[in-house]
């Protein structure tokens, strides 16, 4: 082997012993990776640097953007209760179903892509059955890749494979080939997990990225604390000291002891923000802390008590959360003021309770204690990052959205940005990363979200390590390391005899898959079988629909596939958690694949 390829084959295994440790961050390990291959010199600058520019770094961004504005949108919200009413609550139920509907999805769209859509789904449903969104995730993945192996449009390996098939042997598979032998193994794939793959499943880690906070209503979450009694609703009248006023100016927290939790204006809750001016006729919602402080505040600013019902309720795009307080907390000893919770996290505190009572006196003056309780109101996107902080506090309970029918008018933008996403894939319009930035920017454009959400959305550690990552296949194909591998491994068994050869072929592309994109592993390994099949005198239709199969089974690291890369950070994943699980699924699809294929594709 050149001293290149043995320079690529150490790097990779450094690689992977990083991935599998956990030691190091995934992104700086991927950044490392890079700079040793140019280093080295295995590759130039332009090449190594190649994958910042890579269709499928810029497809998994573009998702995110995506995904991020059906949620805003209320789609996801929406597709989640239907999920919900088939899979009911129960972990095994949500799991069958969330995977056979990722399955067929992704059997006519890109697995990436119905990840991507489906992924705030299936965090939605875990949330609200009390489920930790990490049992959930890894299997929707899976599905994902599994639903590839349907139809000749699934994944791209499946066009390479027929390709190679169509130029050698005067045609290639039809849309419908790999029907048959991917349906048994995707049926056996939801079934494993079902079954066996569930068990390995990692739990709620205290990082973990979505959190597995209980789900409850904002009433009975408030009712828990005894807001109900201290919530009053007031209408600004004409003569109001307020009216013209931001709420900045209005500093009724300071002044009077009462939070503003919503202003109501033409029926519409309004998302409290300093900057919103009150005007005639707004209704706001009041938390009032202490006895008295209504009063003044009525006396002082010619508020009306308004006799419409005053119970909590925030706008959409706000949430309220209960935390508490780890002994090692570094809030521990301190007030809310000494910290500056408020313009640290962009939540405002609610209550604070100790031993289930509320302390006495204004509560940012309070000083805290380890195992005080925290209830926190904010935008949904704030109260989720608070998860990030587990040395600080825990995220015991979030409210859930209140159940409500699709909104048409709100939701028309997204949902038709997404079905010309998926009908432009599905029909090879235009390319793949074209149809998914076209879509992202409609949401900017059409107002799901803001150029500033649509950046916030992106997780921008994925994005990183996948395209400093990509060069390593670059590396393999350029040395030749992975093609001199799997050509001396074949020959060296020949004589073992056809389901022989098929096994080495699969176990090759299959292990390959796993640090590669499968599609480049395809694209190497898919000739190999075609003049091994030559060599031997047989049909070369089992050997490339095994290494079809094979490279839809890239499920033992985080870095196998994008859909693996989605989920990664979303589920709070652990390398060693794709190991685990994927590699048992791995082997039962492959005895599958050995005992399938030959019958239905003749040696």
Same mark, same amino acid.
């Given at each position: 082997? +050149?001293?290149?390829?043995?320079?690529?084959?150490? @790097?990779?295994?450094?690689?992977?012993?990083?991935? /599998?440790?956990?030691?190091?961050?995934?992104?700086?390990?991927?950044?490392?990776?890079?700079?040793? *291959?140019? #280093?080295?010199?295995?590759?130039?600058?332009?090449?190594?640097?190649?994958?910042?520019?890579?269709? %499928?770094?810029?497809? @998994?961004?573009? #998702?995110?953007? /995506?995904?991020?504005?059906?949620?805003?949108?209320?789609?996801?919200?929406?597709?989640?209760?239907?999920?919900?009413?088939?899979?009911?609550?129960?972990?095994?139920?949500?799991?069958?179903?969330?995977?056979?509907?990722?399955?067929?999805?992704?059997?006519?769209?890109?697995?990436?892509?119905?990840?991507?859509?489906?992924?705030?789904?299936?965090?939605? %449903? $875990?949330?609200?059955?009390?489920?930790?969104?990490?049992?959930?995730?890894?299997?929707?993945?899976?599905?994902?890749?599994?639903?590839? &192996?349907?139809?000749?449009?699934?994944?791209?390996?499946?066009?390479?494979?027929?390709?190679?098939?169509?130029?050698?042997?005067?045609?290639?598979?039809?849309?419908?080939?790999?029907?048959? +032998?991917?349906?048994?193994?995707?049926?056996?794939? @939801?079934?494993?997990?079902?079954?066996?793959?569930?068990?390995?499943?990692?739990?709620?880690?205290?990082?973990?990225?979505?959190?597995?906070?209980?789900?409850?209503?904002?009433?009975?979450?408030?009712?828990?604390?005894?807001?109900?009694?201290?919530?009053?609703?007031?209408?600004?009248? !004409?003569?109001?000291?307020?009216?013209?006023?931001?709420?900045?100016?209005?500093?009724?927290?300071?002044?009077?002891?009462?939070?503003?939790?919503?202003? =109501?204006?033409?029926?519409?809750?309004?998302?409290?923000?300093?900057?919103?001016?009150?005007?005639? !006729?707004?209704?706001?919602?009041?938390?009032?802390?202490?006895?008295?402080?209504?009063?003044?505040?009525?006396?002082?600013?010619?508020?009306?008590?308004?006799?419409? !019902?005053?119970?909590?309720? *925030?706008? +959409?795009?706000?949430?309220?959360?209960?935390?508490?307080?780890?002994?090692?907390?570094?809030?521990?000893?301190?007030?809310?003021?000494?910290?500056?919770?408020?313009? =640290?996290? =962009?939540?405002?505190?609610?209550?604070?309770?100790?031993?289930?009572?509320?302390?006495?006196?204004?509560?940012?003056?309070?000083?805290?204690?380890?195992? !005080?309780?925290?209830?926190?109101?904010?935008? *949904?996107?704030?109260?989720?990052?608070?998860? =990030?902080?587990?040395?600080?506090?825990?995220?015991?309970?979030?409210?859930?959205?209140?159940?409500?029918?699709?909104?048409?008018?709100?939701?028309?933008?997204?949902?038709?940005?997404?079905?010309?996403?998926?009908?432009?894939?599905?029909?090879?319009?235009?390319?793949?990363?074209?149809?998914?930035?076209?879509?992202?920017?409609?949401?900017?454009?059409?107002?799901?979200?803001?150029?500033?959400?649509?950046?916030?959305?992106?997780?921008?550690?994925?994005? @990183?390590?996948?395209?400093?990552?990509?060069?390593?296949?670059?590396?393999?194909?350029?040395?030749?390391?992975?093609?001199?591998?799997?050509?001396?491994?074949?020959?060296?068994?020949?004589?073992?005899?056809?389901?022989?050869? &098929?096994?080495?072929?699969?176990?090759?592309?299959?292990? $390959?898959?796993?640090? %590669?994109?499968?599609? $480049?592993?395809?694209?190497?390994?898919?000739?190999?079988?075609?003049?091994?099949?030559?060599?031997?005198?047989?049909? +070369?239709?089992?050997?490339?629909?095994?290494?079809?199969?094979?490279?839809?089974?890239?499920?033992?690291?985080?870095?196998?596939?994008?859909?693996?890369?989605?989920?990664?950070?979303?589920?709070?994943?652990?390398?060693?958690?794709?190991?685990?699980?994927?590699?048992?699924?791995?082997? /039962?699809?492959?005895?599958?694949?050995? *005992?399938? /294929?030959?019958?239905?594709?003749?040696?």
């Amino acid at each position: 082997m +050149p001293s290149d390829a043995v320079i690529v084959v150490v @790097i990779l295994a450094i690689t992977v012993l990083l991935f /599998v440790s956990d030691r190091v961050p995934l992104d700086v390990v991927s950044l490392g990776t890079m700079s040793a *291959l140019m #280093l080295t010199g295995v590759l130039t600058p332009d090449e190594a640097l190649a994958g910042f520019a890579n269709p %499928i770094v810029l497809m @998994i961004a573009g #998702l995110f953007v /995506v995904g991020g504005g059906l949620q805003s949108s209320g789609v996801t919200d929406w597709v989640g209760e239907q999920l919900t009413r088939f899979g009911g609550s129960t972990e095994r139920r949500l799991m069958i179903v969330i995977m056979a509907a990722s399955a067929v999805a992704s059997s006519f769209m890109s697995s990436t892509g119905t990840v991507a859509i489906l992924m705030p789904v299936v965090v939605g %449903i $875990a949330r609200e059955a009390g489920i930790a969104p990490s049992r959930l995730l890894i299997p929707l993945a899976f599905s994902s890749l599994l639903g590839g &192996m349907l139809t000749l449009i699934g994944t791209p390996p499946n066009i390479v494979v027929s390709d190679v098939l169509q130029r050698h042997a005067g045609q290639g598979f039809g849309f419908f080939s790999f029907t048959a +032998p991917g349906l048994v193994l995707a049926v056996a794939g @939801i079934g494993f997990m079902a079954v066996i793959g569930r068990r390995l499943l990692p739990g709620a880690r205290p990082n973990e990225a979505t959190g597995g906070a209980t789900s409850v209503s904002q009433a009975e979450l408030a009712a828990s604390y005894g807001l109900s009694s201290q919530l009053a609703l007031v209408a600004l009248p !004409d003569a109001s000291a307020l009216v013209g006023r931001s709420l900045a100016e209005t500093a009724l927290r300071s002044r009077y002891g009462v939070t503003v939790l919503a202003v =109501r204006r033409e029926e519409q809750p309004l998302r409290v923000v300093p900057t919103l001016q009150l005007k005639v !006729d707004d209704r706001l919602l009041l938390l009032v802390h202490h006895d008295g402080d209504l009063e003044a505040l009525l006396a002082d600013t010619g508020l009306d008590v308004h006799p419409e !019902d005053d119970d909590l309720m *925030l706008p +959409p795009s706000e949430t309220m959360a209960e935390l508490v307080l780890p002994r090692r907390s570094s809030f521990v000893g301190k007030t809310l003021r000494d910290v500056a919770f408020r313009s =640290r996290h =962009r939540c405002t505190v609610l209550a604070l309770q100790r031993a289930g009572r509320e302390l006495p006196g204004s509560i940012g003056s309070a000083t805290m204690e380890a195992g !005080d309780t925290l209830l926190v109101k904010g935008p *949904l996107k704030s109260v989720r990052l608070l998860d =990030r902080t587990p040395r600080d506090f825990v995220v015991l309970t979030e409210t859930r959205p209140e159940r409500s029918g699709l909104d048409l008018k709100r939701a028309a933008a997204p949902l038709g940005a997404t079905l010309v996403m998926l009908l432009l894939m599905t029909f090879r319009v235009v390319p793949n990363v074209l149809a998914v930035l076209l879509a992202a920017i409609a949401m900017v454009v059409f107002g799901a979200l803001s150029t500033v959400e649509a950046y916030r959305r992106v997780n921008w550690e994925s994005v @990183i390590v996948v395209a400093a990552i990509l060069p390593m296949a670059t590396a393999l194909d350029k040395t030749g390391s992975l093609a001199a591998v799997v050509e001396r491994t074949v020959a060296s068994i020949g004589g073992a005899g056809p389901l022989g050869v &098929m096994a080495v072929l699969f176990l090759a592309t299959s292990v $390959a898959s796993q640090v %590669i994109s499968n599609t $480049a592993t395809t694209v190497l390994v898919a000739p190999v079988a075609y003049q091994v099949a030559g060599q031997l005198g047989l049909s +070369p239709a089992p050997f490339l629909m095994s290494v079809a199969l094979a490279a839809s089974t890239a499920f033992a690291t985080p870095i196998a596939s994008p859909v693996n890369m989605l989920v990664l950070n979303a589920g709070g994943y652990r390398f060693g958690d794709f190991l685990r699980v994927g590699v048992p699924l791995q082997l /039962v699809l492959f005895v599958l694949t050995l *005992l399938l /294929v030959p019958q239905l594709f003749p040696f």
